[in-house]
């Protein structure tokens, strides 16, 4: 009998210096997955920043190219318009210039007047309706980027508030482990002053904890992979 109870406290120490460390070993393990979640966390704020930075590049180089494009058709029409009115002038000097020709189409003369002073005011009017058109391009763009960043915001919010909901469940479900854990470790050295009987039926019943928090720790792992394979 004596030798049975000697057996039972030697197998005793050993469970429950074993578990000891399985406790340590899970507590380090919780520890480094909270890291690595942060660090998960962190990356994906950075990935979404950078996103957002290259969306208003592409937009500020497509509005670099269409004022580029914009500004040359402008300068053709000036030149044109420019030509024209030298040819108009230039008649209009020849008429001052010839006392038959301006005699003879003094009419004709009055006519060119007015069709120049018409081109003038065109061109005015085209000048002030280039630069509405400019003003409304602009307006109109700044009102599609702030769209366009609103919509990135709304959509990078809910991404994180999901995943920041799913990292507090996983973090609060690892805490509720480690405090059972704990209740365990004192389980454990109430244990060591009762009967040896009851001793080993204590030691039984950590053994199956045990068993299941490696299955619950394997579960951890799998669930921790699916999430980081999810928001990647």
């Given at each position: 009998?004596?030798?049975?109870?000697?057996?039972?406290?030697?197998?005793?120490?050993?469970?429950?210096?074993?578990?000891?460390?399985?406790?340590?070993?899970?507590?380090?393990?919780?520890?480094?997955?909270?890291?690595?979640?942060?660090?998960?966390?962190?990356?994906?704020?950075?990935?979404?920043?950078?996103?957002?930075?290259?969306?208003?590049?592409?937009?500020?180089?497509?509005?670099?190219?269409?004022?580029?494009?914009?500004?040359?058709?402008?300068?053709?029409?000036?030149?044109?318009?420019?030509?024209?009115?030298?040819?108009?002038?230039?008649?209009?000097?020849?008429?001052?210039?010839?006392?038959?020709?301006?005699?003879?189409?003094?009419?004709?003369?009055?006519?060119?007047?007015?069709?120049i002073n018409l081109v003038q005011i065109d061109e005015a009017a085209k000048i002030r309706r280039l630069?509405?058109?400019?003003?409304?391009?602009?307006?109109?763009?700044?009102?599609?980027?702030?769209?366009?960043?609103?919509?990135?915001?709304?959509?990078n919010a809910a991404k994180k508030q999901e995943y920041t909901r799913q990292v507090t469940e996983e973090?609060?479900?690892?805490?509720?482990?480690?405090?059972?854990?704990?209740?365990?470790?004192?389980?454990?050295?109430?244990?060591?002053?009762?009967?040896?009987?009851?001793?080993?039926?204590?030691?039984?019943?950590?053994?199956?904890?045990?068993?299941?928090?490696?299955?619950?720790?394997?579960?951890?792992?799998?669930?921790?992979?699916?999430?980081?394979?999810?928001?990647?």
């Open positions: 009998m004596d030798k049975m109870l000697s057996i039972l406290n030697s197998t005793h120490s050993f469970n429950k210096n074993f578990l000891y460390k399985g406790l340590e070993a899970y507590e380090e393990d919780i520890e480094e997955r909270r890291d690595r979640l942060r660090e998960l966390l962190l990356r994906e704020e950075a990935e979404q920043t950078r996103e957002l930075v290259d969306l208003f590049r592409l937009k500020e180089k497509q509005r670099i190219a269409e004022l580029a494009e914009k500004a040359a058709a402008e300068e053709r029409e000036r030149e044109q318009a420019r030509q024209t009115l030298l040819k108009e002038k230039k008649l209009q000097r020849y008429v001052e210039s010839s006392q038959e020709v301006r005699k003879g189409r003094s009419q004709a003369w009055l006519e060119d007047a007015k069709r630069k509405r058109n400019e003003d409304q391009y602009w307006h109109t763009l700044e009102e599609s980027l702030r769209t366009v960043a609103l919509e990135q915001d709304a959509k973090l609060k479900r690892q805490m509720e482990q480690a405090r059972k854990m704990k209740s365990l470790k004192s389980g454990l050295r109430a244990s060591e002053e009762t009967p040896p009987k009851r001793r080993c039926s204590n030691v039984t019943k950590l053994a199956s904890v045990k068993s299941n928090q490696a299955s619950t720790k394997r579960l951890d792992v799998e669930r921790c992979w699916l999430t980081c394979k999810i928001y990647r």
